[in-house]
C-alpha cells in the first residue's frame, strides 16, 4: 500500500500542537523515524527561511486618518518620508528604505481589474416586459415634467408680490 508523502510542516505543526512523536506518526500514517526526519526537516527549512529573512527589514504602514479611498491623499506630501525610517506610505508604495537592493526590483502590486458593466439584457425580457419598462420609463419622465412645471410656477407665484 502506498501511502501519500507526509507534509514535514504538517509533521511539524502536530507536534507543535502537543502530539507526541508517536502520536504523529499514527496521525500521518508513517514510521516514527519518518517523523524524526520530517520535523528535522521542516525545522531546517524555517531556520533557513529565517536567516533568508533576517536582512530584510519589517516596514511599519502608515496609514493616513480618516477613509482609506482610492480619493486618499498621503499624510507626508508636505514632508517626505525620512530616509531609513521604516515608514511606508500605502498609497504612494514608497517608503524610507527604497534606497536599499531588497527594495530595487519590488513592484507594486497589480492594481484591482475593473469590474466590467454589466449590460441590461433586453433580449433577455419578454414583449410583455418590455412594454411595461417603456411604459413606466414614460410615465416617469411624464411624472419629472409635471414636478418640474409645479416647482416653475410656484417659484413664479413667489416672485409676483402681492398674491
Ligand atoms: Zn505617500
Not at 514608497?94 to 526590483?105: A, E, K, T, W
Not at 454589466?118 to 409635471?146: C, G, H, I, M, Y
Request: net charge positive.
Amino acid at each position: 500500500m502506498s501511502r501519500p508523502t507526509a507534509d514535514p510542516r504538517h509533521a511539524l505543526a502536530l507536534l507543535s500542537s502537543g502530539l507526541t512523536i508517536a502520536e504523529v506518526a499514527k496521525e500521518l500514517g508513517c514510521s516514527r523515524d519518518t517523523v524524526y526526519r520530517l520535523v528535522r526537516e521542516s525545522r531546517a527549512a524555517l531556520d533557513k527561511y529565517r536567516a533568508e529573512r533576517e536582512d530584510v527589514p519589517n516596514l511599519e504602514p502608515t496609514f493616513p486618518r480618516g477613509d482609506y479611498t482610492p480619493a486618499t491623499t498621503c499624510n507626508h506630501d508636505k514632508q517626505p518620508i525620512p530616509i531609513r525610517s521604516r515608514w511606508y506610505c500605502p498609497i504612494c508604495d514608497r517608503s524610507g528604505l527604497d534606497h536599499l537592493p531588497f527594495f530595487q526590483n519590488a513592484r507594486p502590486l497589480p492594481k484591482d481589474p475593473k469590474p466590467t458593466p454589466e449590460k441590461p439584457t433586453a433580449k433577455a425580457l419578454t414583449r410583455r416586459e418590455r412594454r411595461r419598462l417603456q411604459f413606466a420609463q414614460a410615465e416617469a419622465a411624464r411624472a419629472r415634467r409635471v414636478e418640474r412645471r409645479l416647482i416653475q410656477s410656484m417659484a413664479a407665484r413667489q416672485e409676483r408680490p402681492g398674491t
